[in-house]
């Protein structure tokens, strides 16, 4: 029951922290597989 409270209060933090990795993974193979759309 502790585990299931911990998880429920923290849902949203831990959705928030996964969706930011995504946006910073996304962010990085974009600059990776576009490198010269970044230098002009």
Avoid: G, W
Wanted: with cysteine.
């Amino acid at each position: 029951m502790l585990s299931y409270e911990f998880l429920k209060k923290h849902r949203l933090a831990y959705t928030s922290v996964v969706v930011f990795l995504f946006h910073e993974a996304l962010e990085c193979c974009m600059y990776i597989n576009a490198p010269q759309r970044a230098l002009d």
